[in-house]
């Protein structure tokens, strides 16, 4: 669907993106994540060519997005709606109005644009408010008339820079909502950029974590919360945990185990005690994921081991410095 192979750009002298690729799979909700600076709404302005880049390529639906003309660029782009932040909506106009300038700018028919603005209005749930400007509306409703906007012309993809940042915690999960029922509904792939770290763990699929424009890590977003990488641990900062002697295991809890009694499980099976050192449960989407550090005995070591193996429980010994 997109990929983005090995990205220069350069203000003046200073590179903001620095060899940055990475492949957007098709009907996904991918999530690029940081710092202020990092890079992520220059990258994603490169997307649509909001913004141009010196070295690499940009390919969207096997088009490379540098050498379109301004009519390909133009047809290109109904493919890639895209939300902001600050909603960018006229404040002149109607809600409906609103709605239809894309439309417009693409002469659809006056019975076109309005079978499809009623549409969307049905789908964002304002349907109520279709006669009003946007100052009468709070910073949610804002938002699900950008959101409409840039459905409007049916693209296969929608680019979101920062757009739940504005937004108080309870809008932000109604906003997160509408979007993944977008993605369920329409299949549309969701580019999300953000520095909200509750944005990636209710919907994105897969993340990407940048900083000082490049990218640290890449994976799906279960893997990244779970095994707290360098990439993870450069944007949220070290936990710290400290060890004792002994041998320290991390386990992990992938959906799959989450809620299964492993550790009183082992504990009777192996007859051993063991210490519970840090431990950690989260909401991803629908599912619980988390992290567990213990510490036995060094005798016990092989046997806590082999026994996770056997019951396939994910583990990794962290070694004390």
Known sequence: MIEIKNIDKYYQDIKVLDDVSMTIKSGEIFGIIGHSGA???TLLRCINRLEDYKNGEILVNNKNVKNLNEKELRELRKDLGMIF???SLLERKTVFENIALPLECFKYSKDEIKRRVLELLDLVGISNKRNEKPRNLSGGQKQRVAIARALALNPKVILCDEATSALDPNTTKSILNLLQDINNK???????????????????TRVAIMEGGKVLEIDDTEEVFLHNRNGLRALVGE?????????????????????????????RDLDINFSIIFGRLEKFRKNILGSLIINVPANNGDDVRQYLDKEKIRWEEIIND
Request: hydrophobic share 45%.
């Open 39 to 41: 890079g992520k709404s």
């Open 239 to 267: 936990e710290n945990i400290v060890l004792p002697k002994g041998i320290n295991i991390k386990i992990l809890f992938p959906k799959e185990i989450s809620n299964d009694t492993i550790i009183t499980k082992m504990a």
């Open 186 to 204: 329409l299949g549309i792939t969701i580019v999300i950029v953000t520095h909200q770290m509750e944005v990636i763990k209710q919907i994105c």
């Open 85 to 87: 932040q600050q909603f």
